[in-house]
T-cell receptor, first 114, second 114 residues
């Protein structure tokens, strides 16, 4: 079983819809949770970063963490064609000083249909 | 890409040749990372470095080598011992600025070995 599971999609939704992207994880030592957006043939871009259970909002994006269920989500409101990309979740723990490895999900490919 | 560069963008090599991928950052970040991205597998960690002159193996270090002689630079050598070197290679740096967590990826190098 992978430490981080993410549905690879592809996911297609009409413009203006609310998008929900999800990851589950098995390692309870994960303390920090990230969402990245990656356009085709580009490096990932950090969108959201959270370290506690609950919601964090940034513009049209909301990151949600439920540590008790080991489940994280990214919501995109009023989705735009420019949101079409692959979205990756990532997690990290600090098991000892300086050890800050990230574990990534496989990514979900999202297409927003105009 | 937030002050982190990778070169070249595309690289072609014959089997049996070593090749070095460049990664430079001007963000004053202590930590730098090399990932490999293959279709359907997400990002996998090759090597990481938390400070100059120190680096650690990631999950798939076999066939790769790195150096960290300067804070700004973290080159990756793909050796002939790497069984399946064709992939998209991503470098990242990570640090804190004014209490805010920062992480940036470079634009990536697509390596093709034939």
């Amino acid at each position: 079983q992978k430490e981080v599971e993410q549905d690879p999609g592809p996911l297609s939704v009409p413009e203006g819809a609310i998008v929900s992207l999800n990851c589950t994880y098995s390692n309870s030592a994960f303390q920090y949770f990230m969402w990245y957006r990656q356009y085709s043939r580009k490096g990932p871009e950090l969108l959201m970063y959270t370290y506690s259970s609950g919601n964090k909002e940034d513009g049209r994006f909301t990151a949600q963490v439920d540590k008790s269920s080991k489940y994280i989500s990214l919501f995109i409101r009023d989705s735009q064609p420019s949101d079409s990309a692959t979205y990756l979740c990532a997690m990290r723990n600090i098991s000892n000083f300086g050890n800050e490895k990230l574990t990534f999900g496989t990514g979900t490919r999202l297409t927003i249909i105009p | 890409d937030g002050g982190i560069t990778q070169s070249p963008k595309y690289l072609f090599r014959k089997e049996g040749q070593n090749v070095t991928l460049s990664c430079e950052q001007n963000l004053n970040h202590d930590a730098m990372y090399w990932y490999r991205q293959d279709p359907g597998q997400g990002l996998r960690l090759i090597y990481y470095s938390q400070i100059v002159n120190d680096f650690q193996k990631g999950d798939i270090a076999e066939g790769y080598s790195v150096s960290r002689e300067k804070k700004e630079s973290f080159p990756l050598t793909v050796t002939s011992a790497q069984k399946n070197p064709t992939a998209f290679y991503l470098c990242a740096s990570m640090g804190w600025r004014g209490g805010t967590y920062e992480q940036y990826f470079g634009p990536g190098t697509r390596l093709t070995v034939t």
